[in-house]
């Protein structure tokens, strides 16, 4: 008698077997920038309420970790968004991705609460003397995890040229290296706990989290095209895709980058969500909302092979 349930799945799983696959064809998984949690959230919410039975699974961690994870570990993952979007150029393409396409900015900012030591005085002038004092604690992210670490590298690098003080960025990176976390976000429990004082962070996260921060001068920042020149002089190194390999990242403006990966398992999800995040503007709209303006089309390798719904948020060439 006790064969007879188990005898019955088996005939539906053969007969049927769209009911059985049925809540796999609805699930969406999408590994993002810790930067892009709390947009990423709203956005997976307004998706699912349009699309019933469906569901977006999020899964948050450096960019480079997100990467990771798809070359290293084979996990599963329909889409990956990351702060970076060189991170997709160096680590998935062309093995797991064919794409990349641009879509989001921000900025560094310096971000602290009303509980840090000499919040009162910190400002554009003093921040560094501030951030190298022996009783105050600061925090940043890995950078071989982690955009927001390298760029806090680079920020500290491009100091050194502004502020003429040469030796700034050894000193600093120097300096709390037992706070360093894999992603940015992780800084901010640190921060609200006062372990920390000041934490290099994006401007967009600290608006969201309602925390205080000094906006960086746009020398430093990594914000504006037209510094891209600037920006170029300061470069760091972080791990390559494999042991021991080193790649070499220099100071840009940021742009973050998305794509679809080649063997999701649900690609008609994934373009789904995708075509309501760019051609609904849904996403576009949120991002903005939450500090991260998009970026204008700009000239994409990838554009030959972008989705047609894709190619009016890109440029053909190099």
């Excluded at 491009?158 to 992780?186: C, G, M, T």
Aim: aromatic residues 10%; charged residues 20%; proline residues 7%.
């Amino acid at each position: 008698m006790r064969l007879v349930p188990f005898l019955l799945i088996i005939l539906i799983g053969i007969l049927f077997p769209s009911c059985i696959n049925n809540k796999q064809s609805n699930k969406l998984i999408i590994f993002h920038a810790g930067s892009l949690s709390v947009p990423f959230k709203q956005i997976a919410k307004k998706f699912e309420q349009q699309n019933p039975n469906t569901k977006v699974i999020l899964e948050a961690a450096g960019s480079r970790t997100c990467a990771r994870k798809i070359s290293d570990l084979n996990k599963p993952c329909d889409i990956m968004a990351s702060a970076d979007y060189k991170v997709i150029d160096n680590l998935l393409i062309p093995e797991y991705a064919n794409w990349n396409l641009k879509f989001a900015t921000n900025e560094m900012a310096i971000v602290y609460t009303e509980k840090s030591k000499f919040q009162n005085s910190i400002n554009l002038k003093n921040w560094p003397d501030i951030l190298l004092r022996p009783d105050v604690n600061y925090g940043r992210s890995d950078p071989n995890t982690d955009p927001c670490g390298y760029r806090a590298v680079l920020c500290t690098k491009l100091a050194n040229i502004y502020f003429e003080r040469p030796y700034f960025s050894d000193s600093i990176l120097a300096k709390n290296k037992q706070h360093i976390r894999p992603k940015e976000v992780d800084l901010i429990a640190l921060l609200e706990t006062q372990v920390l004082d000041y934490i290099f962070l994006y401007r967009s996260v600290a608006e969201q989290h309602n925390l205080k921060h000094l906006i960086l001068p746009d020398s430093l920042n990594l914000k504006k095209n037209e510094l891209t020149s600037f920006y170029n002089i300061v470069s760091t190194e972080v791990s390559g895709k494999k042991p021991g390999e080193k790649i070499k990242i220099y100071g840009e403006p940021m742009v973050y980058g998305i794509t679809q990966l080649a063997n999701s398992s649900n690609p008609e999800l994934a373009e789904k969500f995708l075509k309501f995040f760019f051609t609904d503007r849904v996403g576009i709209k949120l991002m903005k909302k939450n500090g991260q303006p998009s970026t204008k089309p700009c000239k994409n390798p990838y554009y030959n092979i972008l989705p047609t719904y894709l190619q009016p948020f890109a440029m053909s060439g190099k």
